[in-house]
């Protein structure tokens, strides 16, 4: 694991990729966003500044965090009897990864949610006293009843919600499809939740829904996963809260500037995975908007940004937009400023140029073409449109091809037969494993960066 010592938080670097050329008449404009965080007071990390910083993180301490975990203790999790074993088991396992000090609880969750512990809508402190008494209360973990996946998020938000910390994060396991409560439930716990803890979910087994658990993922800026085999559950919730536990800094925001008439047309995280962050705006003052990113660590994450700028004659240039990754103050003052970049438009005549399409952007609007293709192959598929399915999964086969995406090439091969990747000619599979096709929908969203 790494060193949690850290007095500082990461170094935030922006770059802007993109081609800044419109031919006349141009108007939309493409940009791929990298933002970096690094250091961390392990690589020489910068020290929050002025109100923005937290006046109970000590030097030489990692930032306070919060994690909540969620177990799926419905009725199918006795299908087979080693499938709750090994829940409790994986529990058990993060539990032992926590760092000391931080809060934590284990919540159980069938069609209501239930406190494990340490219970009365507390949390615990992590040190060898709790984490034993943690994996004690575990054992009384049985299965029984139904799934209802955002009763159990809201009792964590409210757990987590009296936690004076930085970082709040959960993890959710389930096995079932959430048919205890209706799909606008579900919906409404999310929209809640959204921007007040980061959740990472997993589903075990093959009877979960795919949509269900990808979609707390991404509303919550988690990750999403299948295990499908109940024995490797201990080794992804140890990574996941390892993840959690290297979180330094949270709620940061990317801060998209434009001037009048420019109009943004989306916003996606693009790497490491696909997540449309669109509809998430929230104003930030006179032609500015945030888009959230959640917790950082040390990583590097790539954005594209698309915004439609007023038409302009030839020779001339104006400023398209400008990004800031920004960090609120909880005690709210002015919000603390990590790093800047900018998209520019410059008009010209000079076709070769404005017609050149940046590799950044290229490669990510083919990935998350890639995702959107996988989607709706599989759709297709389960709806028995077999050549609707051939045709989206042989476009899907060839852009991971051309993409290097050789994870998800290997996914795509065990739901198709390839004839010929670069052309993107395939057969479908007369029989697939459920776990084959689960897998690789869960996953879909996953891209590689631009091949150097």
């Not at 999790?77 to 809060?103: E, F, W």
């Not at 908007?289 to 940004?305: A, I, N």
Request: negative net charge; contains cysteine.
């Amino acid at each position: 694991m790494a060193n949690f010592s850290k007095s500082n938080v990461p170094r935030f670097s922006v770059e802007v990729y993109q081609n800044e050329y419109l031919p006349e008449g141009g108007r939309e404009v493409n940009a791929i966003v990298t933002v970096t965080s690094t250091g961390g007071g392990t690589t020489g990390g910068v020290p929050l500044s002025g109100a923005a910083a937290t006046p109970s993180r000590v030097p030489g301490q990692a930032p306070g965090a919060a994690v909540v975990i969620m177990v799926d203790c419905s009725g199918s999790m006795d299908y087979p009897p080693t499938k709750m074993r090994h829940a409790r088991d994986a529990t058990a396992a993060a539990i032992d990864t926590l760092r000391d000090g931080t809060s934590f609880a284990v919540v159980g969750g069938t069609h209501d949610a239930k406190e494990v512990y340490p219970g009365n809508g507390r949390l615990a402190v992590a040190d060898a006293r709790t984490k034993a008494r943690a994996k004690e209360a575990l054992r009384a973990l049985s299965a029984g009843g139904g799934t209802a996946i955002g009763t159990w998020l809201r009792l964590a938000d409210r757990l987590l919600g009296a936690a004076d910390v930085e970082i709040r994060h959960g993890i959710l396991l389930t096995d079932g499809r959430n048919e205890h409560e209706a799909p606008e439930d579900l919906r409404a716990a999310l929209e809640s939740c959204a921007g007040r803890f980061t959740c990472d979910a997993r589903g075990v087994g093959t009877d979960w829904e795919v949509k269900e658990v990808t979609a707390v993922a991404a509303a919550l800026l988690g990750t999403a996963d299948i295990v499908a085999d109940p024995a490797g559950l201990a080794a992804d919730f140890t990574q996941m809260m390892e993840n959690a536990m290297g979180k330094e800094v949270a709620d940061v925001a990317l801060r998209l500037w434009t001037p009048v008439g420019v109009e943004i047309k989306f916003v996606k995280q693009v790497a490491p995975t696909v997540v449309d962050l669109t509809g998430r705006r929230t104003g930030a003052g006179p032609r500015a908007g945030d888009y959230p990113t959640g917790s950082w660590g040390d990583e590097s994450r790539d954005y594209h940004v698309c915004v439609q700028v007023p038409e302009a004659g030839i020779g001339q240039e104006m400023l398209a937009s400008r990004v800031s990754l920004i960090l609120p103050d909880p005690s709210g003052g002015a919000p603390q400023t990590l790093s800047q970049g900018l998209v520019r438009a410059v008009w010209t005549e000079d076709m070769v140029a404005s017609t050149s399409i940046n590799p950044q952007v290229a490669h990510y609007t083919g990935q998350a073409e890639l995702a959107q293709v996988i989607q709706q192959g599989l759709d297709a598929r389960k709806s028995g449109d077999f050549d609707g399915a051939t045709a989206k999964l042989g476009r899907a086969v060839q852009l991971a091809s051309a993409s290097g995406n050789e994870e998800t090439a290997k996914l795509l091969s065990k739901v198709v037969d390839v004839v010929d990747a670069a052309t993107g000619t395939v057969r479908l599979k007369a029989k697939v494993a459920e776990a084959d096709s689960m897998t690789l929908e869960t996953r879909s969203t996953k891209t590689v960066r631009v091949k150097k």
